[in-house]
Every structure is written in C-alpha cells, then in structure tokens.
C-alpha cells in the first residue's frame, strides 16, 4: 500500500549483554531504518561495538531480541546464520585485508566463497566493485603497499562483493588522514544511496558522522541515551549528548573509570608524609 512505512531492517528489542558479570547494554531498545545511513556513537565503552557483533551473530544476548527483517538473529542455527550474514556486509576496523593475497583476490575472496560463480563472471564483479571505490587500476597491488585509506577502500569493495542489504562498518574512519577520511565518508553516503543499500558505522568522528547520517543512535552507559535525525541531536538539550557532541571535558561522562573517589583508592585517605 502507498504511504506504508518500511519496516526497520534491524530492531533490537528489551535487549541485554555481559561479558561475564560486567554488564554492557542494558534494556536497549533500537531500530535501524531501511536504506538510510545510521551512525552509532557514544563514548569510550558504551557497547557500540558488541551491537554490531549483536547484529551479526557474533555474540547472543542474555535476554531481549536481535530482529533481522523480522527473524531473531540469537535464535539462529548456524546454517540460518551463515545465510544471513551473506546479506550483511562488514567493514572491520583498519579494513583486515588478508595480507598475502592481491587486492583482487581480497574483494574476491567472499564470491568465491559463498558462491558458485565462474571465474570469469568473478573478475567483472570485482573489477565493478574495486571501480566504484575508486581503485580498479590498484587490483594487482598487494595490501602493505597501499596507505590507510586506500585499505579502508579495498576492504570497502569487498563489503560489497554479494551485493549485500546491509553493510555495517566498525571505525571506518579511525587512523585516516583529513582527505582520506572525507573520501571514505563521501563514499559510504554515495554507495547507500546508488547501491540502495542501508548502512550502519560506529564512530567517533562526529563532523562526518553528522555529514552523511540519516539517523543517529547515541548509546552511554550501556542504554540508548536518544535516537533522531542529526538535527534533533544537535537541538538536544540531554546532558550527557551536549557534553559529547560539544567534545566537553566535564560533564555526565568521568575520566576516570570506574568513577570513584580518589580518597577511595585502596580504602585509604591521603596522608602527608613526615620528614625529620
């Protein structure tokens, strides 16, 4: 029917994780709108990057639900979650190419794996993809003679090799110089919207972030602190998204952590020593 919404292409509902007995998210409860660019950002240890591995599979909650178009990615056997994940895309951080393998075969790797393509039909594919990052005539060069960004771009094509609905990127932008970083973050708008594709990055470079995002997702202290339109986020009036947003050293968020006094260290009080 026209005019009906899309449905989020990933939900998480009531949801609940530890590592061990340290709690990370809590209750967290977001949606991930269909064909938009989401940004996930937080401070230091809020849980921005265990979503991602939440959203793949990687780990399972506690308690709560991690929704993919619907079907609850924890509840997954493995073969269900092999057949999602070749839906996703994932750009890992500082782009973990494989290092004794060529540019090509890097942005091969998940056709010949996950496929049955000829070789033939491979190379046109790859040769697509390593073109719309800019890098076709790089296909022969080996991953330690190409700088950071051009990495990012590589590992970038090869998010893309399956023709994915989702591609998620975790710190695409850490380590990258001012142009490199501009051109990674013009890409990952241009292909959401040329490839139809939805995207959702972590990261802590918020003048891009809220250059190319649809949709922001706050996360601190293990819950959802707000969720809008960049705009909204900067109108936000919630102490701890002024003090992010505005880089502010005091605030909600300490420097140290845990957050404890420092006449608390070691259940002792500061003594002045005695001399003579």
């Known amino acids: 029917m026209s005019g009906t919404p899309t449905p989020p292409i990933v939900q998480l509902r009531k949801l609940c994780f530890a590592y061990g007995e340290r709690e990370v998210l809590h209750d967290v409860s977001l949606s991930i709108p269909h064909g938009k660019v989401t940004a996930l950002i937080g401070p230091m240890s809020s849980g921005k990057t265990t979503t991602l591995r939440l959203i793949g599979g990687q780990h399972r909650p506690q308690s709560g639900e991690v929704l993919f178009e619907g079907q609850d990615v924890s509840l997954m ?7 999602v994940r070749r839906r996703m895309g994932m750009l890992f951080q500082f782009g973990a ?6 540019v090509f075969d890097n942005v091969a790797f998940p056709l010949r794996e996950h496929t049955t393509l000829p070789e033939r039909l491979i190379r046109d594919i790859v040769l697509m993809k390593l073109h719309a990052v800019g890098l076709r005539g790089a296909r022969d060069l080996m991953p330690a003679s190409l700088s950071g960004g051009m990495v990012r771009r590589v590992a970038l094509a090869r998010a893309i090799a399956l023709d ?40 802590h470079e918020l003048e891009q972030t809220l250059e190319i995002a649809d949709h922001v997702i706050v996360l601190a202290d293990g819950k959802v602190v707000e969720q809008g339109p960049p705009a909204q986020l900067r109108a936000s009036t919630d102490p701890m998204v002024y003090q992010y947003l505005n880089s502010l050293p005091d605030g909600p968020v300490g420097f140290h952590y845990p957050r404890i006094p420092i006449a608390d260290d070691l259940g002792l009080a500061y003594q002045p020593s005695r001399v003579g």
């Open 164 to 203: 994915p609905d989702l591609v998620i990127y975790d710190e695409p932008f850490s380590g990258l110089d001012p142009i490199s970083l501009q051109t990674v973050a013009t890409l990952i708008r241009q292909l959401n919207d040329s490839m139809s594709l939805t995207s959702l990055f972590v990261s």
């Open 97 to 102: 190419l494989f290092a004794d393998i060529s």
């Open 77 to 83: 056997d493995r073969d269900q979650l092999y057949a």
